[in-house]
């Protein structure tokens, strides 16, 4: 059974880590904001880009473009977009099971995985075959580098050295929510029923300068490069959000812990000084007697 000196220590120790958590959670919610700030505006511009893409694709006659070819390989590669810190709820876990049902799903495929973020490659690397890390110069990349990354998975398609990119992630939702997700980048789709539903919204002629193929070259490649700094930029969104509900979480219960371990500490004082207030009495009493 503890005593009061212990009891003392361990609620100095947690209130210590009370501190902690406070302090990390305070950071997590100005670069939450920060994060959320850069995510929400992109992703109009990115979601109407691509709109545009389909519109206009699905509308040109005849137009084919490398980013849309179906490739006969069955080999793919999937970019996993995590955490290389922990203390972050859910985070990790989540997108690792919805990883490992993704690999269950896709076994005719041949699967390589590469990775932004530590922490599930940590997880899956002795299941799947690993391929590079990608790590940055600051904690929140540029889209520059982001372009390096896009533009070197999608010189691997393009090549034909494999028939599929998809990106692993968790998309933002709110400070408290995201969704574990795995989205195809590479081949753009545009399925026959899509096609027929552009048409018949825009059933008149659309002139295009400098002309429809012009443009779809151009925007093309633009779009997935967009696509993949969106899914940057989400996942970094939910993982300060998922951070900054874990240290609120962690400094409810230190707080909690704090005031459990003071009521029994002030328990044992009053036992100790009622048991020393019998002695006295009966020391008293027998001297009395």
Do not use: W
Request: glycine share 4%; with cysteine.
């Amino acid at each position: 059974m503890a005593n009061i000196k212990d009891l003392k220590k361990k609620i100095k120790s947690t209130k210590g880590t009370l501190k902690i958590t406070k302090a990390m959670k305070l950071v997590s919610a100005s670069k939450l904001n920060k994060a959320q700030v850069r995510i929400l505006g992109l992703r109009p511009y990115s979601r109407e880009l691509e709109e545009t893409v389909r519109t206009v694709s699905a509308l040109a006659t005849n137009y084919s473009n490398e980013y849309f070819t179906q490739k006969e390989n069955n080999k793919s590669v999937v970019l996993v977009i995590s955490s290389d810190k922990g203390l972050c709820g859910g985070y990790n876990s989540m997108l690792t099971k919805t990883v490992r049902r993704f690999i269950n799903e896709k076994k005719d495929e041949e699967l390589k995985f590469f990775y932004i973020g530590k922490k599930v490659r940590d997880l899956i690397q002795k299941e799947v075959n690993s391929g590079k890390t990608y790590t940055f110069a600051k904690a929140d990349p540029t889209y520059e580098e982001v372009r390096k990354i896009a533009d070197e998975l999608g010189t691997m398609f393009i090549s034909g050295e494999v028939g599929r990119i998809y990106v692993a992630y968790n998309s933002f939702i709110s400070a408290i929510a995201f969704d574990s997700k795995v989205r195809q980048l590479l081949p753009m789709v545009v399925t026959p029923e899509t096609k027929e539903a552009i048409k018949a919204k825009y059933p008149y002629d659309f002139k295009y300068e400098p002309g429809a193929e012009h443009i779809l070259d151009t925007l093309v490649p633009e779009v997935y490069l967009t696509t993949v700094y969106t899914c940057v930029l989400d996942a970094i969104a939910s993982e300060h959000g998922s951070r900054m509900n874990a240290m609120e979480n962690a400094s409810k219960n230190c707080k909690e812990m704090v005031k459990k371990l003071t009521l029994k500490m002030n328990k044992l004082r009053q036992a100790k000084i009622t048991t020393e207030l019998i002695e006295v009495v009966s020391g008293a009493e027998s001297l009395n007697g």
